[in-house]
């Protein structure tokens, strides 16, 4: 009946809903991510992303482990299934951030402990694009990062310092740079640095 209801809403004449789907193999030695993003027109009829799914399966058996849903705010995401990137396998991980836009859907190490960690985009305005963190943890786990979501992701990861740097968008009036710090002793993140800086 609920399917019945959500087809019946997605063919209502001004309204249209579709689907993206992403099997994404490349990014992990240990698993594959199959991302569905659900696209429906907002209130000016621009077709956005309103709901992402990433259903994570291991490689070793093919085994489904976890499902996550994350829900977009404004952007048009997942319509190109090579948006990504990955720090562990290095799949575009040299590829230039044009404009604070890192990929749609990344994965990285980002507390520094060895396991991967993912991010994923929500949100694309100026100062930037804004993703939504999910770190592993010790039983495998991907949890959702309070301190680091709704956030910029790092141009430069510095696993020696355990520090995590982002960005705004440069324009004439300058950029602003955030430097985080993790501990893994207390498992937890601080800023160490903020500075505005001039120009572009």
């Known amino acids: 009946m609920k399917e019945l209801f959500i087809l019946l809403f997605c063919l209502l004449p001004l309204q249209f809903c579709a689907a993206q789907q992403c099997k994404l193999t490349d990014l992990s030695r240990k698993y594959i991510y ?14 956005q992303t309103s709901k992402v799914s990433i259903e994570i399966f291991r490689k070793a ?10 829900r977009s705010k404004w952007v048009d ?19 230039e951030g044009a404009d604070n836009y890192w990929g749609d859907f990344i994965v990285a190490d980002l507390n520094f402990d060895g396991r991967e960690d993912l991010a994923i985009i929500t949100q ?3 100062p930037g694009s804004i993703y939504e963190f999910f770190t592993q943890s010790a039983s495998g786990r991907f949890v959702k990062d309070p301190f680091l ?4 992701f790092p141009y430069k990861i510095d696993r020696k310092n355990k520090t995590l740097t982002t960005s705004t968008n ?21 800023v160490v640095r903020d500075v505005h800086r001039k120009g572009y």
């Not at 199959?34 to 077709?47: F, I, W």
């Not at 995401?77 to 590829?95: P, Q």
């Not at 985080?180 to 002793?185: A, D, G, I, R």
């Open 170 to 190: 440069a324009t004439t009036a300058g950029y602003t740079e955030t430097v985080l710090k993790y501990n893994p002793t207390t498992k937890k993140w601080r």
């Open 149 to 152: 979501s709704e956030g910029f």
């Open 34 to 47: 199959l991302v569905t993003a659900e696209k429906s027109n907002n209130e000016y009829r621009d077709l």
């Open 124 to 126: 694309s305005s100026n």
């Open 77 to 95: 995401s997942f319509s190109e299934c090579s948006a990504v990137r990955s720090y562990v396998t290095m799949k575009h991980a040299k590829d």
């Open 61 to 70: 058996d093919g085994r489904s482990v976890q499902k996550l849903f994350i």
